[in-house]
T-cell receptor
């Protein structure tokens, strides 16, 4: 069965530093991969979506993610963290059905001033 | 335009009671999903509607859980004989036509069963 692993329940970076949030999926290549962000008291918001058109996917707010089949990874990065990036980030993949999302446990990003 | 809305935002109930959680999807979206998010975990799929019918209810944990979408827009998730283990945030999402379309999420309903 498909599964998603996010390394680190909490990640802390300094403002201006590189953000790297890790996501690995289980062995079979899922049809689609996603990163969502959840700000406090708000709904999940789509950051970016991989659809096999390109391995490097650019999203909103300066985030991007690279699909690496050999590493079964879809890590999220941003060159320079901003205080407003503090939130919880979720990686998700679809099952073969394409609509059912399988989610990681989430990583809370903390930005230090 | 308006996003997905969910009511109530918070619901506190006693063990054994019945609760209803409501979801208003984005206007015109035919697909609607319910997920459950327990503390410290990612969301867990419950049910998927395409129009008025439940296309996939494989994620409902047991027969105490039921969901309807009678007119193909608003959906209600119903939980009978609530248990403390049902405490979680219940998320609703909608998408334009289902399949691989992007799912847009509401803010969730936090259910606490005492």
């Amino acid at each position: 069965a498909q599964s998603v692993t996010q390394l680190g329940s909490h990640v802390s970076v300094s403002e201006g530093a590189l953000v790297l949030l890790r996501c690995n999926y289980s062995s079979s290549v899922p049809p689609y991969l996603f990163w969502y962000v959840q700000y406090p008291n708000q709904g999940l918001q789509l950051l970016l979506k991989y659809t096999s058109a390109a391995t490097l996917v650019k999203g909103i707010n300066g985030f991007e993610a690279e699909f690496k089949k050999s590493e079964t990874s879809f890590h999220l990065t941003k060159p320079s963290a901003h205080m407003s990036d503090a939130a919880e980030y979720f990686c998700a993949v679809t099952k073969d059905s394409n609509y059912q999302l399988i989610w990681g446990a989430g990583t809370k990003l903390i930005i230090k001033p | 335009g308006a996003g997905v809305s969910q009511t109530p935002s918070n619901k506190v109930t006693e063990k054994g009671k019945y609760v209803e959680l409501r979801c208003d999807p984005i206007s015109g979206h035919t697909a609607l999903y319910w997920y459950r998010q327990s503390l410290g975990q990612g969301p867990e799929f419950l049910i998927y509607f395409q129009g008025t019918g439940a296309a996939d209810d494989s994620g409902l944990p047991n027969d105490r859980f039921f969901a309807v979408r009678p007119e193909g827009s608003v959906s209600t998730l119903k939980i009978q004989r609530t248990e403390r283990g049902d405490s979680a945030v219940y998320l609703c999402a909608s998408s334009s036509q289902g399949g691989s379309d992007t799912q847009y999420f509401g803010p969730g309903t936090r259910l606490t069963v005492l």
